[in-house]
Nanobody, 124 residues
Framework: QAQLVESGGGLVQAGGSLRLSCAAS????????MGWFRQAPGKDREFVAAMSRSDITTKYSDSVKGRFTISRDNAKNTVYLQMNSLKPEDTAVYYC?????????????????WGQGTQVTVSS
């Protein structure tokens, strides 16, 4: 059973940048489609970005397109989310997720494994 551990969250001013990391306990290349979600207080978990198991395809929500970039280092079994031009509305707990079945779906229930989340707070 794969385990995912996020890190890299923190407090940043609007316009700043953060890079989140998601370390997997086992090989992910060719096996898992990876995704990032976020959840703000009182809101549903929201799809942010995804990368296919083959590294060929990425997908972003409209709210982060052009500002966030998903990438992965297969040698380290790690997925990253580079977040630039951060806005206060990006404040949320960010979760890494893995699916063996689907790519890029915004439905959290389609993912098999989840990390514990990392808090991102953007001040205005």
């Amino acid at each position: 059973q794969a385990q995912l551990v996020e890190s890299g969250g923190g407090l940043v001013q609007a316009g700043g940048s953060l890079r989140l990391s998601c370390a997997a306990s086992e090989r992910i290349f060719g096996i898992f489609n990876m995704g990032w979600f976020r959840q703000a207080p009182g809101k549903d978990r929201e799809f942010v970005a995804a990368m296919s198991r083959s590294d060929i395809t990425t997908k972003y929500s409209d709210s982060v397109k052009g500002r966030f970039t998903i990438s992965r280092d297969n040698a380290k079994n790690t997925v990253y989310l580079q977040m630039n031009s951060l806005k206060p509305e990006d404040t949320a707990v960010y979760y890494c997720a893995a699916s063996t079945r689907v790519f890029g779906t915004p439905r959290p229930g389609e993912y098999d494994y989840w990390g514990q989340g990392t808090q991102v707070t953007v001040s205005s």
